[in-house]
């Protein structure tokens, strides 16, 4: 595989955001707080950062959460936009740890450290930049956004953790090449 | 799938403009919204913002049930300011004017109500010229005009590649969903969390994976057509500035510069009515 | 003169595999000629093509002895970009080809990169819409073109450079009869306009055939295994070893025990000499029969007068009506857009009608969810990556019960014997990713199976595949029919599956039902076939040369005859004991 920044990694940053914008509307609704649902792109984020590294997840982050609100929702809510790209790059910066496309995201070892990752880059994000975002540019009241920063990172972690981790695993079972398969009788 | 704002080809003044003037305007004017807080400033600007969205002959059917999205989506947010801060307004003006008395120690204040008047106008900044930028731009003109603004091209094209992959994308999503249902994977069942995600995780995965294979295919397709060959491309579909293009872009940047002046003339972003000074 | 490609003892192995993929070619491909490179799925022959565009190896990475030389150039030093000046390369998937947001920039794509000024783009593109005949479209996006019209996107792509070379990697895979003819004419005219080398790799023989091609390269696992004019090819039994389809009025010759002569050149039906063989023709003609078998057994699904439309004022259907009997098995067929998949939508309850009624058993079916009508209607899509959910067979197969909440040990019972019938229960703790294509496919149809269906709908279940996999298939959902009594329909636009597989054929066109009869009868009808976007079979202009009466019976008596010929064929092997509890297993991928 290429090492430099090569043609795949464009057209992964170009229809990984597709994906991002379609599955927008995907959203599993927790209901108490605004604007915090659980949704699934993140776990797309998080696989396809995961896959193709730091500066695809942060395109894909950025890109994908300003087109996909501009277009659903008409307004580009830019506090919450860049905490995305946040999430992408710290997910993408351990690509070779997962080894999600090698076949390796079957063990115990990357799938926990994946988790840890994702953990922590949601926590940056959410906790740390957003909230500070929204009271810098919106002056909202600091208890409003960190709670609902801290929702927001509750429901990425779990849906990243779930989804994201199914999606790691089914996808490394079925890329990764298995040469000690036997057929029975 | 709700319908998305789209690109529709009209002939106003404003369609005429180049993408370019159009993104550095609406980047400038997101950038202004977001910077001030001054209540003369932003209501200027929704002037600005709407009537813009007037010359642009918007069909209002078009972005009409985005816009009460962003209504509901705003009265939610404005509510829950209150619930969490209702004195925010009080801490931000300095002062605490109350008019009415609602239950236990909350009270309704003149400062509240003023700060979040100013919340809800800074929306409304954005929403029109949010929706005027979707409509009038050719999305063939965006990647070119990102690459002009100066961000290197490999980037600017994937934003190309994003926006002509979204209907393929979308038609393979209802797609895979609908095969998926009639094997008795539903999405919206009203099933426990954890199971829900695993029916979500059933159809996300084949959209996945036909994803990744559609990333190797355009991938061989754009080299074996040269793309990346070079330091600098070229765009068919960018549009030359012309003098109009020149005005709005001077105006856009005077506008800019005379908003955060006034904005930040008196050492706040705020604009306070109830000061003497 | 020079050859204008040139492989030299050429051996290549890719990395990931054991053995190499082509071995010790040699072969001399001179300026201005057309050839036709067939082969199997697998035999290498897509594998030589990518060779000549640098592809490989600098996309798909392996080890490469011996010597290329492209125009005095080697491809794997000039590498992808070097050589897309002089080799232009038309892939098979023309919708992941078309990269511009409009026809005009998917033309000028390569210019852009090339940074050429707009100014000369512009003259540029026009020169290149016109000869593919697109200047009409210019503005419009990807999602208003059919197949065809992408596909001469791709080709109008790499002619804005003045390519010497044209490489088009299965052209016909995904069109029409109809378009897939047009393509071939295209193919010519441009090689005649600009005077260029045409390489295509297809396994469709005889739509390619459509016009003259100078030479064919037979490969098969990785060998060259003839090179050879047309007539020459078509008179040996190169081709029915490797596995390609022979163009079916040779096929019908061989079959009258006649010995194809290439000095009478069979290349093309309208201008072989077929005096020599028409006495042949008319005795077995005589002493074959066809046989209609007539389904007598109750109606499965009757559709009637049904009518949808997405936006008003645009019908996509207007008052379609038929009945498909238990035990059929028939295919649906009219051109894209003719509302053949909104048909099947609408029986799966995906979408709702605007009017009419589906009943199934007899019974109404719209008051059920599109759940409770999946119990009962299996629909089986075209592409395997579209349904696969699971990384495992086992889950993936038994997905459908579990998410009904079938307790397990039940699952288990159905999966295990769905597997069997499917002939993959030797893979069953296998990865998906393990399988080749044609077991995925089978994948999927086990799937669906599990749940029991009353009727199958299949959206072109062999796509993308070659004769042996096409067979494979094929074979087996006609076991499952004849066996299991499983009422079958097929949405398809390959006329050899409607001819060989089928009694029965609903043509679809603009949303009516233009014909509902015997695929002999609809391929034979001119006017039938070209507003279906079929075309005629050559087996009914191989019976007018011979003055058959009526010509149209010819394609009958050979569907029987061959049918006949299969019959005997599976019952030999099934005698022979080399099943292993299922169908034909194939191999998998390495």
Same mark, same amino acid.
């Given at each position: 595989?290429?090492?430099k920044?090569?043609?795949r990694?464009?057209?992964?940053? %170009?229809?990984?955001?597709?994906?991002?914008?379609?599955?927008?509307m995907?959203q599993?609704?927790?209901?108490?707080?605004?604007?915090?649902?659980?949704?699934?792109?993140?776990?797309i984020?998080?696989?396809?950062? %995961?896959?193709?590294?730091?500066?695809?997840?942060a395109?894909?982050?950025?890109l994908?959460?300003?087109? %996909?609100?501009?277009?659903?929702?008409?307004?580009?809510?830019?506090?919450?936009?860049?905490?995305?790209?946040?999430?992408?790059v710290c997910?993408?910066?351990?690509?070779?740890?997962?080894?999600?496309?090698?076949g390796?995201?079957?063990?115990?070892?990357?799938?926990i450290?994946?988790?840890?990752v994702?953990?922590?880059?949601?926590?940056?994000?959410?906790?740390?930049?957003?909230?500070?975002?929204?009271?810098?540019?919106?002056?909202?009241?600091?208890n409003?956004?960190?709670?609902?920063?801290?929702?927001?990172f509750?429901?990425?972690?779990?849906?990243? %953790?779930?989804?994201?981790?199914i999606?790691?695993?089914?996808?490394?079972?079925?890329?990764?090449?298995?040469?000690?398969?036997?057929?029975?009788? | 799938?709700?319908?998305?704002?789209?690109?529709?080809?009209?002939?106003?003044?404003?369609?005429?403009?180049?993408?370019?003037?159009?993104?550095?305007?609406?980047?400038?004017?997101?950038?202004?919204?977001?910077?001030?807080?001054?209540?003369?400033?932003?209501?200027?600007?929704?002037?600005?913002?709407?009537?813009?969205?007037?010359?642009?002959?918007?069909?209002?059917?078009?972005v009409?049930?985005?816009?009460k999205?962003?209504?509901?989506?705003?009265?939610?947010?404005?509510?829950?300011?209150?619930?969490?801060?209702?004195?925010?307004?009080?801490?931000?003006?300095?002062?605490?004017?109350?008019?009415?008395?609602?239950?236990?120690d909350?009270?309704?204040?003149?400062?509240?109500?003023?700060?979040?008047?100013?919340?809800?106008?800074?929306?409304f900044?954005?929403?029109?010229?949010?929706?005027?930028?979707?409509?009038?731009?050719?999305?063939s003109?965006?990647?070119?005009?990102?690459?002009?603004?100066?961000?290197?091209?490999?980037?600017?094209?994937?934003?190309?590649?994003?926006?002509?992959?979204?209907p393929?994308?979308?038609?393979?999503?209802?797609?895979?969903?609908?095969?998926q249902?009639a094997?008795?994977?539903?999405?919206?069942?009203?099933?426990?969390?954890?199971?829900?995600?695993?029916?979500?995780?059933?159809?996300?995965?084949p959209?996945?994976?036909?994803?990744?294979?559609?990333?190797?295919v355009?991938?061989?397709?754009?080299?074996?057509?040269?793309?990346?060959?070079?330091?600098?491309?070229?765009?068919?579909?960018?549009?030359?500035?012309?003098?109009?293009?020149?005005?709005?872009?001077?105006?856009?940047?005077?506008?800019?510069?005379?908003?955060?002046?006034?904005?930040?003339?008196?050492?706040?972003?705020?604009?306070?009515?109830?000061?003497?000074? | 003169?020079?050859?204008?490609?040139?492989?030299?003892?050429?051996?290549?192995?890719y990395?990931?595999q054991?053995?190499?993929?082509?071995?010790?070619?040699?072969?001399?491909?001179?300026?201005?000629?057309?050839?036709?490179?067939?082969g199997p799925?697998?035999?290498?022959?897509?594998?030589?093509? !990518?060779?000549?565009?640098?592809?490989?190896?600098?996309?798909?990475?392996?080890?490469?002895?011996?010597?290329?030389?492209?125009?005095?150039?080697?491809?794997k030093?000039e590498?992808?970009?070097?050589?897309?000046?002089?080799v232009?390369?038309v892939?098979?998937?023309?919708?992941?080809?078309f990269?511009?947001l409009?026809?005009?920039?998917?033309?000028?794509?390569?210019l852009?990169?090339?940074?050429?000024?707009?100014?000369?783009?512009?003259?540029?593109?026009?020169?290149?819409?016109?000869?593919?005949?697109?200047?009409?479209?210019? !503005?419009?996006?990807?999602?208003?073109?059919?197949g065809?019209?992408?596909?001469r996107?791709?080709?109008?792509?790499?002619?804005?450079?003045?390519?010497?070379?044209?490489?088009?990697?299965?052209?016909?895979?995904?069109?029409?009869?109809?378009?897939g003819?047009?393509?071939?004419?295209?193919?010519?005219?441009?090689?005649?306009?600009?005077?260029?080398?045409?390489?295509?790799i297809?396994?469709?023989?005889e739509?390619?055939?459509?016009?003259?091609?100078?030479r064919?390269?037979?490969?098969?696992?990785?060998?060259?295994?003839?090179?050879?004019?047309?007539?020459?090819?078509?008179?040996?039994?190169?081709?029915?070893?490797?596995?390609?389809?022979?163009?079916?009025?040779?096929?019908?010759?061989?079959?009258?025990?006649?010995?194809?002569r290439?000095?009478?050149?069979?290349?093309?039906?309208?201008?072989?000499?077929?005096?020599?063989?028409?006495s042949?023709v008319?005795?077995?003609?005589?002493?074959t029969?066809?046989?209609?078998?007539?389904?007598?057994?109750?109606?499965?699904?009757?559709?009637?007068?049904?009518?949808?439309?997405?936006?008003?004022?645009?019908?996509?259907?207007?008052?379609?009506?038929?009945?498909?009997?238990?035990?059929?098995?028939?295919?649906?067929?009219?051109?894209?857009?003719a509302?053949?998949?909104?048909l099947?939508?609408?029986?799966?309850?995906?979408?709702?009608?605007?009017?009419?009624?589906?009943?199934?058993?007899?019974?109404?079916?719209?008051?059920?969810?599109?759940?409770?009508?999946?119990?009962?209607?299996?629909?089986?899509?075209?592409?395997?990556?579209?349904?696969?959910?699971?990384?495992?067979?086992?889950?993936?197969?038994?997905?459908?019960?579990?998410?009904?909440?079938?307790?397990?040990?039940?699952?288990?019972?159905?999966?295990?014997e769905?597997?069997?019938?499917?002939?993959?229960?030797?893979?069953?703790?296998?990865?998906?990713?393990?399988?080749?294509?044609?077991?995925?496919?089978?994948?999927?149809i086990?799937?669906?199976?599990?749940?029991?269906?009353e009727?199958?709908?299949?959206?072109?279940?062999?796509?993308?595949?070659?004769?042996?996999?096409?067979?494979?298939?094929?074979?087996f959902?006609?076991?499952?029919?004849?066996d299991?009594g499983?009422?079958?329909?097929?949405?398809?636009?390959?006329?050899?599956?409607?001819?060989?597989?089928?009694?029965?054929?609903?043509?679809l066109?603009?949303?009516t039902?233009?014909?509902?009869?015997?695929?002999?009868?609809?391929?034979?009808?001119?006017?039938?076939?070209?507003?279906?976007?079929?075309?005629?079979?050559?087996?009914?202009?191989?019976?007018?040369?011979?003055?058959?009466?009526?010509?149209?019976?010819?394609?009958? !008596?050979?569907?029987?005859?061959?049918?006949?010929?299969?019959?005997n064929?599976?019952?030999?092997?099934?005698?022979?004991?080399?099943?292993?509890?299922?169908?034909?297993?194939?191999?998998?991928?390495?």
């Amino acid at each position: 595989m290429d090492k430099k920044f090569g043609i795949r990694e464009v057209v992964a940053m %170009g229809i990984g955001t597709a994906l991002f914008v379609v599955l927008t509307m995907v959203q599993i609704p927790l209901g108490f707080v605004p604007n915090t649902a659980l949704q699934p792109r993140m776990a797309i984020l998080a696989f396809l950062a %995961g896959v193709f590294g730091p500066i695809v997840g942060a395109v894909i982050g950025l890109l994908g959460h300003a087109l %996909g609100d501009a277009l659903f929702y008409g307004s580009v809510w830019w506090s919450w936009v860049f905490p995305e790209a946040v999430v992408g790059v710290c997910i993408g910066l351990f690509v070779k740890k997962y080894a999600i496309k090698e076949g390796g995201f079957v063990s115990a070892t990357p799938i926990i450290f994946f988790n840890v990752v994702q953990i922590v880059a949601n926590a940056i994000a959410w906790i740390v930049v957003a909230p500070v975002l929204d009271i810098l540019v919106y002056a909202e009241p600091a208890n409003k956004v960190f709670a609902q920063g801290f929702f927001a990172f509750l429901g990425n972690i779990i849906i990243i %953790g779930i989804l994201g981790t199914i999606l790691g695993i089914a996808y490394s079972k079925v890329a990764g090449k298995s040469s000690d398969l036997q057929k029975e009788d | 799938m709700t319908r998305l704002i789209s690109y529709e080809k009209k002939d106003t003044w404003i369609d005429r403009l180049s993408g370019f003037t159009k993104l550095v305007f609406f980047l400038l004017w997101c950038l202004t919204s977001a910077l001030t807080f001054d209540t003369r400033m932003l209501l200027t600007m929704i002037a600005i913002s709407f009537s813009i969205f007037a010359m642009s002959h918007t069909d209002w059917r078009q972005v009409s049930s985005v816009f009460k999205a962003v209504l509901f989506f705003m009265c939610v947010n404005l509510f829950f300011i209150f619930v969490f801060a209702p004195y925010q307004g009080c801490e931000i003006y300095g002062s605490r004017t109350e008019l009415a008395h609602l239950f236990g120690d909350v009270y309704i204040t003149r400062e509240q109500l003023f700060y979040e008047f100013n919340v809800m106008i800074k929306y409304f900044t954005i929403v029109p010229a949010v929706f005027v930028f979707l409509v009038t731009t050719d999305p063939s003109e965006l990647a070119a005009s990102i690459n002009k603004v100066g961000v290197p091209y490999t980037f600017a094209y994937s934003f190309a590649i994003a926006l002509r992959y979204i209907p393929d994308v979308q038609d393979d999503f209802s797609r895979i969903r609908n095969a998926q249902e009639a094997r008795g994977i539903e999405m919206s069942a009203k099933a426990k969390l954890i199971s829900r995600i695993k029916n979500i995780a059933s159809i996300i995965f084949p959209l996945l994976f036909s994803t990744m294979d559609r990333i190797d295919v355009v991938s061989n397709a754009m080299e074996l057509r040269g793309f990346g060959k070079k330091k600098r491309r070229t765009w068919y579909s960018y549009r030359k500035l012309k003098r109009n293009d020149y005005i709005v872009l001077v105006l856009t940047v005077l506008f800019m510069a005379a908003a955060l002046i006034i904005t930040y003339a008196d050492g706040s972003r705020f604009y306070n009515p109830w000061t003497n000074s | 003169m020079e050859p204008i490609i040139e492989f030299r003892n050429f051996t290549f192995k890719y990395k990931s595999q054991k053995e190499p993929t082509l071995y010790d070619i040699n072969l001399k491909i001179y300026p201005g000629e057309k050839v036709l490179i067939a082969g199997p799925s697998g035999s290498g022959k897509s594998t030589l093509a !990518h060779c000549v565009n640098a592809l490989i190896p600098c996309s798909f990475p392996g080890k490469t002895q011996g010597e290329l030389i492209v125009k005095g150039m080697t491809p794997k030093e000039e590498g992808v970009f070097g050589m897309s000046k002089t080799v232009g390369t038309v892939l098979q998937d023309t919708n992941g080809q078309f990269i511009g947001l409009t026809v005009a920039e998917d033309l000028a794509f390569a210019l852009e990169n090339d940074a050429i000024p707009q100014d000369e783009m512009k003259k540029r593109v026009m020169e290149a819409a016109k000869v593919t005949d697109m200047t009409a479209f210019m !503005h419009h996006s990807p999602s208003d073109l059919s197949g065809g019209q992408k596909q001469r996107v791709s080709m109008g792509g790499v002619l804005v450079d003045d390519v010497e070379i044209l490489l088009f990697d299965e052209p016909l895979a995904n069109l029409d009869p109809a378009t897939g003819k047009s393509t071939i004419a295209l193919i010519d005219d441009i090689m005649k306009q600009k005077n260029v080398t045409v390489l295509i790799i297809e396994h469709r023989l005889e739509d390619v055939l459509y016009k003259d091609v100078d030479r064919i390269i037979v490969v098969g696992e990785g060998r060259i295994v003839s090179d050879t004019t047309p007539d020459e090819l078509l008179a040996s039994d190169i081709l029915i070893r490797e596995g390609i389809r022979e163009p079916l009025y040779v096929t019908a010759l061989k079959h009258t025990g006649a010995k194809i002569r290439p000095e009478d050149h069979p290349q093309h039906i309208e201008t072989m000499d077929v005096s020599k063989y028409v006495s042949g023709v008319r005795e077995w003609f005589e002493s074959t029969r066809s046989e209609h078998p007539v389904l007598t057994t109750p109606p499965a699904l009757e559709v009637k007068d049904l009518k949808f439309s997405y936006t008003e004022g645009e019908p996509v259907l207007q008052g379609v009506s038929f009945t498909i009997r238990k035990g059929e098995m028939l295919s649906l067929v009219g051109r894209n857009g003719a509302g053949k998949s909104t048909l099947s939508s609408l029986i799966c309850g995906f979408i709702k009608p605007d009017a009419g009624e589906i009943l199934l058993n007899g019974e109404d079916i719209s008051p059920l969810s599109i759940k409770e009508r999946g119990e009962r209607i299996g629909l089986v899509m075209q592409s395997p990556g579209q349904m696969i959910s699971k990384p495992m067979i086992r889950e993936e197969v038994g997905l459908g019960l579990a998410v009904r909440g079938v307790p397990e040990d039940e699952i288990n019972k159905r999966v295990d014997e769905t597997l069997k019938i499917c002939g993959l229960y030797p893979f069953r703790n296998w990865p998906v990713g393990a399988l080749s294509f044609g077991q995925k496919k089978r994948v999927t149809i086990a799937s669906i199976l599990v749940m029991q269906p009353e009727i199958m709908i299949l959206d072109e279940p062999t796509a993308g595949q070659d004769y042996r996999h096409y067979t494979e298939v094929m074979e087996f959902l006609k076991k499952l029919n004849e066996d299991m009594g499983l009422t079958i329909m097929m949405i398809t636009h390959d006329m050899h599956l409607m001819l060989e597989y089928t009694d029965r054929a609903l043509v679809l066109t603009d949303g009516t039902l233009i014909a509902d009869a015997a695929p002999s009868e609809i391929l034979t009808d001119e006017s039938i076939a070209d507003r279906a976007y079929l075309k005629k079979t050559s087996l009914y202009d191989l019976a007018v040369k011979c003055g058959i009466e009526p010509p149209s019976e010819f394609a009958d !008596h050979f569907i029987s005859y061959e049918r006949k010929l299969r019959e005997n064929e599976s019952r030999e092997t099934e005698a022979s004991g080399a099943q292993t509890g299922g169908i034909t297993t194939g191999e998998a991928d390495s």
